[in-house]
Each structure stands twice: as C-alpha cells, then as structure tokens.
Nanobody, 120 residues
Framework: QVHLVESGGGLVQPGGSLRLSCAASGRIFSINGMGWHRQAPGKQRELVADISSRGSTNYADSVKGRFTIARDSAKKMVYLQMNSLKPEDTAVYYC??????????????WGQGTQVTVSS
C-alpha cells in the first residue's frame, strides 16, 4: 500500500505565496508521474501540474507562470510552489503519485487533500 501525506496549505492574501509538499511512503518499487490536482467547491477536480520521472512538467493554463512543480525522487516527494495567488486558486489541493508497487503492480495513489484559501 502506498501512502501520501500532504502539507503546506493554509490561508494567504491575494498576491501571496504558499508551498505544498507531498511525501510518498509504503511498498514502492518505482515512481513515475507525480502531480497536483485541485477541487474548488461545486467544481470538478482538475489537474494543476504534473511532472514525469524525467522531469518534464505540464501546467494548467490558469497557473502557468505562477506555479512551479518540482520533485525529489530520492526522498519520494513532490512540491508545488504557488506564487501570485488569486482568490480563484482557492481549493482543496490533492497530491497524486503513479508508479509500481513492490510487487511490480501499478498504483495511482491520492493524498487526503490540503486546503488552500486565498482571501483578504
């Protein structure tokens, strides 16, 4: 079983910054893609950013130029640096990690979510 723990959410004023972290643990053989999604009240969950095992990144248009995703493969961690935050970034942010478990079976695990609120 693969377990993800997120941290770093909170309340921030518009224009402020936050850094989210996600740590993966458990029966992991290898990690491929790592990413962040978010879900605002009344809306569907959407991809914010993801990063491949080779470091290729992909961002939602709404966060390009403001958010940066990074990973530390040795520590099995993924980060999301969020700058110039806007009220519309308010959502629960979820970490997602895909890879192979120790038995070589594929997995896709989700964190419990961390609340980000952007408000004055």
């Amino acid at each position: 079983q693969v377990h993800l723990v997120e941290s770093g959410g909170g309340l921030v004023q518009p224009g402020g910054s936050l850094r989210l972290s996600c740590a993966a643990s458990g029966r992991i053989f290898s990690i491929n893609g790592m990413g962040w999604h978010r879900q605002a009240p009344g809306k569907q969950r959407e991809l914010v950013a993801d990063i491949s095992s080779r470091g290729s990144t992909n961002y939602a248009d709404s966060v390009k130029g403001r958010f940066t995703i990074a990973r530390d493969s040795a520590k099995k961690m993924v980060y999301l640096q969020m700058n110039s935050l806007k009220p519309e970034d308010t959502a629960v942010y979820y970490c997602n990690v895909k890879g192979l478990a120790s038995g070589r079976e594929p997995f896709s695990s989700w964190g419990q979510g961390t609340q980000v609120t952007v408000s004055s």
